[in-house]
């Protein structure tokens, strides 16, 4: 009679707590949006989010509204966005909010696959309140509508590994195409598809099914979800040529060092690049956003998570037989749902470590989210003690049924998922916090550039009997956003400064450090020809190439000395 009445409680403790998570969750996900929508970003404070901005008023690819590849799904949905916010950055952002939102879902979705409802919970609240997420969220970019949509790519592409029905597999073939058509730079995932369909043509030859005909149909679908935002954008651009040419000239552009300028990152050895990549972009910056205290959390529940997998892990015995190659090929063939996040993890980490501008951080921002949730699943892998009378008949533990050292090993395996999930709870918390804080932060303090753009407008209100010309490297797009009174000039090459800077010369040439150290890169130093007129600063986490810009007023070469070419 107990048992049954006990047994009863259980169930109702664990129905309560399987409504109380996702309720909870949901509470939180509307607390995290009405704070997101409270701290928009209203400022365009770099190159790209210029274009993204100029594109709601005309989509031209021609003129970089936006940039090639032209991320219309994303440019769209701000379109729809804007008809109810009329800041066109804000428009962006609040796309964003809505997308991230709902992205909980499928993170719900999958976490729900391997962990109960409270570490669910945990775990998408833990990608969602990621602080240098969370900013990227409220600022007009692309990455995190990307984002939330490769979880709901992610979500069906294990759907259709798991069970793989024409169904499931054209829908994680038409989710991968929006994520394409959102952020062309999250490629490096299209590996899944590869995988599933590897995996599809084992089932199809087991079937006694024609494969190639198969196949042929798998990759005309996946080419036809693709080609729904390219062919668009080939039309805008006059036919498939001219889109062609465009994306080659757009490519040549894009990862070459301009004006045979050199960049901090060309500089760096391939060791000092990974330890830069990890060390920095994806661990102190990314994951705990310059944040001493997320850090020491975030080790704290990394201890958690190495102590429940070690307590979970059970003896190997004969799967230690075959060979290794055997074994990865059956996990292939039956692969579990963290090991296959990290691997498309992975493949994407080296595709940002090696192809994308490594300094911009923001560009491993969809790895914060798949190591959250890896880490949630590492916390609760612990397993529950278990009874008394099957302690006898395990030969790996030599301690008796009910003696004390089984009962410390017990409740050592009940206090592992506890721990993790108050440490994980704490790290929530202290996320929000310092999230919160950052956004706030980011709404309101000028961006460096907005600061040199006031500075050149009051320099030429105080003297306008000077005719003042400014040289920038990426700082012009911005200028011209704002109109600036101060005529700017972009530059890249030391000899056509100068050119450019006899050519006019009853100008005052002022020039910002980034020229200067283009300069000096193509030239030798450059020092005793500049004087220092302003230097301004904003936080590195909100813009990391342009948060610190000096401007400088050209004096010109030394007199008898022969200029520099």
């Not at 055997?326 to 296959?340: D, E, F, M, Y």
Request: contains cysteine.
């Amino acid at each position: 009679m107990r048992g049954s009445v006990n047994s009863r409680k259980k169930r109702l403790r664990d129905r309560a707590k399987s409504v109380a998570a996702p309720a909870f969750l949901c509470a939180a996900v509307v607390v995290w949006a009405l704070v997101s929508f409270m701290h928009r970003s209203p400022f365009v404070a770099s190159w790209d989010e210029v274009d993204f901005v100029l594109a709601l008023d005309r989509f031209d690819l021609l003129a970089m509204q936006p940039h090639f590849p032209g991320y219309p799904y994303f440019v769209m949905g701000a379109m729809a966005a804007a008809r109810f916010v009329s800041n066109p950055p804000q428009a962006y952002a609040s796309f964003n909010i809505v997308l991230m939102a709902l992205a909980t879902i499928p993170i719900w979705l999958l976490a729900r696959r391997r962990l109960s409802p409270v570490w669910s919970a945990l775990a998408v609240l833990l990608a969602l309140t990621a602080p240098y997420l969370w900013l990227q969220t409220v600022r007009p970019m692309s990455e995190a509508a990307g984002i939330a949509m490769l979880w709901w790519f992610l979500w069906s592409w294990w759907r259709a590994m798991e069970r793989r029905t024409l169904g499931r597999i054209l829908a994680a073939l038409f989710l991968f195409g929006i994520v394409m058509g959102i952020r062309l730079s999250f490629a490096p995932f299209g590996l899944a598809l590869v995988w599933l369909l590897v995996l599809s043509g084992m089932d199809w030859r087991r079937q006694g099914k024609r494969l190639w005909p198969r196949i042929l149909l798998f990759g005309c679908a996946a080419a036809a979800f693709q080609l729904l935002w390219v062919a668009g954008l080939a039309l805008s651009e006059g036919g498939l040529s001219g889109f062609a040419k465009l994306a080659a000239a757009f490519t040549a552009g894009h990862f070459s060092e301009w004006g045979g300028g050199v960049t901090s990152a060309a500089e760096l050895s391939f060791a000092e690049r990974v330890l830069r990549f990890a060390g920095d972009n994806v661990l102190w910056t990314g994951m705990f956003a310059r944040s001493t205290a997320l850090l020491a959390t975030a080790a704290a529940l990394l201890l958690a998570a190495v102590l429940a997998a070690g307590a979970a892990r059970s003896p190997r015995g004969s799967a230690r037989a075959g060979s290794r190659l055997a074994r990865a090929a059956a996990w292939l063939c039956r692969p579990s749902l963290p090991r296959a996040l990290a691997a498309l993890a992975g493949a994407y980490g080296a595709w940002a470590l090696l192809a994308q501008n490594i300094d911009k951080p923001r560009h491993m921002t969809p790895l914060i989210g798949v190591m959250w949730l890896l880490l949630s699943m590492l916390c609760a892998a612990a397993p529950q003690a278990a009874p008394a009378h099957l302690g006898a008949a395990s030969d790996a533990s030599p301690a008796q049924p009910g003696s004390a050292p089984e009962r410390r090993g017990a409740r050592m395996r009940r206090a592992l998922p506890a721990a993790g999930a108050l440490l994980a709870a704490g790290m929530v918390a202290l996320q929000a916090a310092v999230g919160g804080a950052l956004i706030a932060r980011q709404a309101s303090e000028l961006p460096a550039v907005y600061q040199l753009e006031q500075g050149l407008r009051e320099l030429a209100k105080a003297k306008p009997e000077e005719r003042f010309v400014v040289y920038t490297w990426e700082e012009t797009r911005v200028l011209q956003y704002l109109h600036s009174p101060v005529t700017n000039r972009r530059i890249e090459t030391y000899g056509y400064f100068l050119s450019d800077v006899q050519a006019d010369p009853s100008a005052t040439i002022l020039l910002t450090d980034h020229v200067l150290r283009g300069f000096e890169a193509q030239v030798g130093p450059l020092r005793e020809q500049v004087q220092p007129v302003a230097r301004y600063r904003s936080d590195g986490r909100f813009e990391p190439v342009y948060n610190d810009i000096t401007l400088y007023k050209w004096i010109g070469e030394p007199k008898g000395a022969t200029p520099k070419t």
